[in-house]
């Protein structure tokens, strides 16, 4: 399985709390991925996607959060537990392509 390190995200609305993440990236690598397909990724073990934790620095990775009557999402998960780091991460730009 490959690991890639998330260093952006897209939303539709960034300052919304309640809009879920569209694409997870990476700007030095310029590339984004659809929620999609990371979770596709994510669920057939085909890739790991993950961030780096800045208190620790310590890799956290992504998961699919799956909630009865809400489409699936993505979080990261950490110590037992799942948090928001990925909505501190930087917004994914132009330069980051999407790929499949």
Known sequence: MQEY????????NRS???EHITHIGNIAGNWRLTREDAIRRID?????FYTIDRSTGTRVYIGVVREAG???YLRTYAD???N???LA??????NCKIIA
């Open 16 to 18: 919304s709390s309640h």
């Open 80 to 82: 037992g537990k799942w």
């Open 89 to 94: 991460l930087a917004e994914c730009g132009s």
């Open 84 to 86: 928001d780091n990925l």
């Open 70 to 72: 809400r489409s699936p």
């Open 44 to 48: 057939s073990k085909e890739s790991a």
């Open 5 to 12: 390190e998330v260093t952006c995200i897209n939303k539709p």
